[in-house]
């Protein structure tokens, strides 16, 4: 057997875990729990949506009502985040991270079942890519799912149904994508279960799953109607922007260049295989074929490989769904788990190897950013600048995507300090544009009004009108001008607004 395979499995066949499962599983967790807790501030993320996250768990908390943090809906993390907002940043981000702990400990399980050898490793690599762990660091949801899928995907390898369709149905009661996983997760548990009771055990997953998850979404329902269904798009991104959510915002500098050679290294030799396969005489029932004969990368019975088809449906369901809406990194998080599955049985060991060690250097180092905003990080001796598309990039040799992060966390809340002490020496009604900033200002503020300043999202020309028409002051903060022209195609500076951070 090839170097690529640390277990004699049958293509299908899932392994017993080794002794010490339970040990692995919580040496994967905590290390990964360990290398959170310094990135658990400031603050609730640099993403809008961790603090308006927070705004709904205290909502909930505070009136006994439900309210969502953002369309459609994210009820089971917002209803638990309710039980802890009073633990502020660090109970809302630490249980991202617990979340985050519990996926790639049962990652490990999950590889170890399917006989790859590095599966500690492996699953330090999930956790690794710097969507995922800047997303467990933040009040938001996307590592809720994923853990949660995670755990399902060992109940169904297990052949444990009502678990899986449990936890799966709670990952998609976190976010409604998270139902890019039941397909894989039903054709995982197709294939081990007894051919007696698979229909059944498949149907039965599936409603527990989505049983679990409407059932989750009926606060929802009964609080907006079935309207609650719609996401937010204004326009799509530019194309090189889609491109950088999926590559270096993803997996980092190191793991983008790590899986794209590991993805060419396999081409390559899948197409010298199939030419030498082509060409060679194999005597019936010879063991492994023409493939093995040719030198493909997997054996016939390699472990793990007979369960491509489901992670590829899993695979192609996740970026379709974000190539509809590409505005974030973090809508690809899913992609993580599922490549690793994809690529772990099929690369010999020293390049997994490789590619593991290239996702877990990721998060320290070789950050790329966008120059120009108020976050915007100085540029160190190893900052390389580009230009693209009207835009100017930051790659900064020496900081990588983590460290990144929690400077611009820390810069987010002082310009937000900043602006707030400001407009409380604004004369007269007062009104502020404040965009993206809305969410942590309200948060701070317990609303949206301080004194005679009332903060809003964006204004329409008519509300612009009625402001002048009475005399109130407009000002505006960092991107809300250029939002607001391309939402509701008015200037506000045009229509005597000022900038908040020139008022006098």
């Not at 194999?282 to 793990?304: L, M, N, R």
Request: hydrophobic share 50%.
């Amino acid at each position: 057997m090839s170097e690529a395979h640390g277990s004699q499995v049958a293509a299908g066949a899932v392994a017993q875990p080794a002794r010490g499962a339970a040990a692995r599983f919580f040496l994967v967790a905590g290390l990964v729990l360990l290398t959170r807790l310094p990135f658990l501030g400031p603050g609730y993320g640099v993403d809008p949506d961790a603090w308006r996250v927070a705004w709904a768990a205290r909502t909930i908390a505070t009136t006994g009502h439900y309210e969502a943090s953002r369309f459609p809906g994210y009820p089971f993390q917002e209803y638990v985040s309710a039980l802890a907002w009073r633990g502020g940043p660090l109970a809302l981000n630490g249980l991202s991270a617990l979340f985050s702990a519990l996926g790639a400990g049962c990652f490990a399980l999950t590889l170890r079942r399917l006989g790859v050898r590095d599966d500690m490793l492996a699953a330090l690599a999930l956790a690794s890519a710097p969507a995922v762990f800047l997303a467990s660091t933040t009040a938001i949801d996307y590592v809720w799912a994923l853990g949660l899928a995670l755990a399902a995907l060992e109940s169904a390898l297990r052949g444990r149904v009502l678990a899986a369709g449990a936890l799966a149905g709670l990952a998609l009661a976190c976010r409604i994508p998270a139902g890019c996983w039941i397909p894989p997760l039903a054709m995982v548990l197709a294939r081990v279960r007894p051919a007696a009771t698979r229909g059944r055990d498949v149907a039965r997953f599936c409603a527990v799953a989505v049983g679990v998850g409407a059932f989750a979404f009926l606060p929802v329902l009964l609080t907006y109607g079935p309207g609650f269904l719609r996401f937010y798009q204004h326009g799509y991104p530019q194309a090189l922007w889609v491109v950088k959510n999926a590559s270096v915002d993803l997996w980092g500098l190191p793991g983008t260049l790590a899986i794209a050679l590991a993805g060419v290294a396999l081409l390559w030799r899948a197409r010298r295989g199939a030419g030498a396969a082509a060409g060679a005489t194999v005597e019936p029932g010879a063991a492994g074929g023409a493939g093995a004969a040719g030198g493909a990368t997997v054996e016939p019975g390699a472990p793990g490989t007979g369960f491509t088809a489901a992670w590829l449906s899993g695979l192609a369901i996740c970026v379709l769904a974000y190539l509809r809406l590409p505005i974030k990194a973090f809508y690809l998080i899913p992609a993580v788990p599922l490549t690793l599955l994809l690529l772990a049985p099929r690369l010999p060991r020293a390049w997994l190897v490789a590619v593991c060690v290239a996702l877990v250097a990721s998060p320290w180092v070789l950050k790329v950013s966008e120059a120009g905003r108020p976050d915007s990080l100085a540029p160190t001796h190893g900052t390389v600048t580009l230009r693209s598309g009207g835009r100017t990039w930051l790659v900064d040799l020496l900081r990588g995507p983590v460290l990144a992060d929690r400077k611009r966390r820390a810069l987010d809340m002082d310009y937000v300090e900043a602006c707030m002490a400001r407009a409380r020496r604004l004369p007269g009604e007062s009104v502020v544009v404040a965009y993206d900033w809305l969410p942590q200002i309200r948060v701070r503020l317990g609303g949206k009004r301080e004194g005679s300043v009332e903060y809003v999202y964006l204004l329409t020309r008519d509300e612009l009108a009625a402001l002048r028409a009475r005399g109130a002051g407009v000002y505006d903060l960092a991107g809300a001008e250029w939002e607001n022209v391309k939402v509701n195609g008015v200037s506000l500076r045009e229509n005597g607004s000022r900038a908040l951070e020139t008022a006098e």
